[in-house]
């Protein structure tokens, strides 16, 4: 038989459906293959096997018995370890809730087991979200399938090495400043952040509020499209949710395969064209703009010239969200407790709580964010951050006017060998470069991989109006006809 871990979402659903393999045959070959190549990458934290197979029986069950499955019922898929699951170890990267149990799912994932996916575990990532590497784990980095001794882009590492490996066809990430794209590119996966609002963020355990996007990771477009239609929609429990249908994402991957772009207008974002990226980087993404323009794209350049001050204005608002929702964090209510032998005051076993259970990384964030927001500095810092933030939407909305989607390299570089850049914080935070911009507009945004650089892979980047995530997909799909799949090397 086929090696089911080497097929796509949309084949396996279609072997399940068709009887030709059962559920729990194909997530047997993951959790097989999990066993077999998870201690080099260190993709998950928590490996559910019982609750995998018990939900792929359900599935077999269901088609035994005669009802229509979904059209990814069956499929294993991994979910980033920031995002609620009951029963099941909800973590965040970090010591603060190590061996936590939520009493609930996320809406995410709620949509996922009503869609009849199999959730093989939770996967690693940065703590709380923050980093660009998977190095701020507080349990270890995970390594990129490509070269084990280079990361797999952060904070969603996780998700993106698991694809990577064969580990899962299907995962969940989230996206604050690039958490799903930046890794998608450096792993030669697919990332999409949805237009902000478009996914819940209810069980969504919070780095920064008006940011933060749940959306789907796989290693091709269209699985991409469909994990989306599933997770997407309205959701009243979370008072951000738009209540608008998903765009039909999969149809428009669906006529974005056939490599047709004629009246596409697509623009080159003039700003990420320069300095600041690697050579063999903008030698790929050249040459993708070549790819899209031979499938009838019309290109033009595109000057958003407030884009340089989004790495400064993120740095300031995502801090200050996360120094106020990380308050919770105290040792009185849930999680990790230090110090409480009945002679310490509540403040003196809240401090030792957050000192022991944050990593560097968080505690940065917490003190540049509880500064920002202190009296005297608030309308300096992040005041002025929110109106540039506005300036960065003003040159969004100018750009729609005259183009249907934008176009970038996703990340400066290729992957970087781990260590590299944990001693200089701002080396590592140029990673997300290119891919904040878009969570500051609220837009939708996806990588799709577009060539290698020093035998690594490249991503590029399709930014698009907000609720229009059809057409970064449309576009997506295009140029993954055109350029193909990249394989990393046997593990």
Known sequence: MTDLTRLNAVDLAGLVANGDASAVEVTRAHLDRIGAVDDRVHAFLHVDSDGALAAARAVDERRAAGEELGPLAGVPVAVKDVLTTKGVP??????????????????????LRAAGTV??????????????????????????????????????????????AYEAPLAIGSDTGGSI??????????????????????????????????????????????????????????????????????????LGASGDLTGVKLGVVTEFTGEGAEPGVMAAFRESVEALAKLGAEIVEISCPHFKYALPAYYLIAPSECSSNLARFDGVRFGLRVGDDGNRSLEEVMSLTREAGFGPEVKRRIMIGTYALSSGYYDAYYGQAQKVRTLITRDFTSAFDQVDALISPTTPFVAFPIGARTSDPYQMYLADLFTIPTNLYGGPAISVPCGLSDGLPVGLQIMAPTMADDRMYRVAAALESSVGAFTPPAL
Not at 99 to 111: A, F, H, L, N
Not at 133 to 152: F, H, K, L, M
Not at 187 to 199: E, I, L, S
Not at 218 to 247: E, K, M, Y
């Open 90 to 111: 909800t973590t965040v990267g970090s010591k603060i809730l190590e061996g936590w149990r939520p009493p609930y799912d996320s809406t995410i994932v709620e949509r």
């Open 119 to 164: 959730m093989l575990g939770k996967t690693n990532m940065d703590e709380f979200a923050m980093g660009s590497s998977t190095e701020y784990s507080a349990y270890g980095p995970t390594r990129n399938p490509w070269d084990t001794e280079r990361i797999p882009g952060g904070s969603g590492g996780g998700s993106a090495a698991a694809l990577a």
């Open 181 to 254: 794209r930046q890794p998608g590119a450096v792993t030669g996966t697919v990332g999409a952040k949805p237009t902000y609002g478009g996914t819940s963020r209810y069980g969504l355990v919070a780095f920064s509020s008006s940011l933060d996007t749940p959306g789907p990771c796989a290693r091709t477009v269209l699985d991409a499209a469909l994990l989306h239609q599933v997770i997407g929609g309205h959701d009243p429990r979370d008072s951000t949710s738009i209540p608008a249908p998903v765009p039909d994402v999969v149809g428009a991957a669906k």
